[in-house]
């Protein structure tokens, strides 16, 4: 199994590259949906990344793969510049799925 990763920039990618991960640098949003498409198709890919602002271009459309496929897996990760998400937003939507305060 093989991970794979998509980034707007060459830092995550070089990062990647030195853990032994292969990707590509994209930006457009056409460009990306067409990635993950090849990507869903290849058997050998087990895991997806994206940095966390490619997810934000096509948020709507991995959270429809993410309902539809187990496989594969679809990670998101910060960048050099860092998480984008507030601190507590595993509570939050932890709060929000099932009703109960933490």
């Not at 990763?5 to 990062?15: E, F, G, P, Q, R």
């Not at 949003?29 to 602002?53: F, H, P, Q, S, V």
Request: glycine share 6%; proline share 2%.
């Amino acid at each position: 199994m093989k991970s794979f990763l998509i980034s707007d920039n060459k830092d995550t990618m070089v990062a990647m590259r030195l853990a032994g991960i292969s990707g590509v640098i994209l930006h457009e949003k056409e460009e990306i949906i067409g990635k993950i498409i090849e990507i869903l198709n290849d058997r050998e890919i087990g895991i997806l990344i994206l940095t966390e602002a490619i997810f934000e271009l096509v948020e709507e459309e991995v959270m429809n793969i993410k309902l539809k496929r187990a496989y594969p897996l679809i990670v998101e990760i910060p960048d050099r510049f860092g998480q984008r998400r507030e601190d507590n937003y595993i509570t939050r939507y932890i709060n929000e799925s099932i009703g109960v305060k933490l």
